[in-house]
């Protein structure tokens, strides 16, 4: 996997090896040891939700504020979105920033969206297949 830092150094995206022949593709999403260091923070995910939308559909902004404040992994299955981050971190140099990057089945990426953000996606796609992993 490729990690790549935003403009907003905590949000990153991730770009994962994809494994293909002539039978289809194996790719590792999410490798919790390696994305540590990488952050330089721990990170727990203790549910994963997946959507189904139609092109059109916004789904957010949604945040958590607080000790309810949780971190985000998007990424699409099938089709394409726009998903964006905003900085809601009060006292942040970037607060009110944000970062917007195009995830869909072509191109496997992912985001990852870290607690003090409110995230959402628009869906660029008919039936479009999404994975949020908090």
């Known amino acids: ?65 607080g000790v309810s404040a949780q971190s985000k992994l998007v990424r699409v299955i099938k089709g394409r979105v726009l998903d964006v981050a905003v900085d809601i971190r009060e006292g942040s140099p970037t607060f009110g920033e944000h970062i917007a990057v195009e995830l869909s089945e072509e191109n496997k990426r992912q985001l990852f969206v870290p607690r003090g953000f409110a995230h959402g996606f628009v869906v660029l796609e008919d039936d479009t297949v999404s994975s949020l992993t908090k």
Do not use: A, W
Request: charged letters at 30%.
């Open 1 to 65: 996997m490729t990690y790549t830092r935003t403009k907003i150094e905590d949000v990153v995206i991730i770009d994962p090896q994809v494994h293909g022949d002539e039978r289809g593709y194996f790719i590792e999403t999410f490798r919790q040891d390696k994305f540590e260091i990488f952050l330089g923070f721990k990170v727990h995910f203790c549910q994963d939700n997946e959507s189904k939308s139609s092109r059109g559909v916004l789904r957010g902004l949604h945040y958590q504020l």
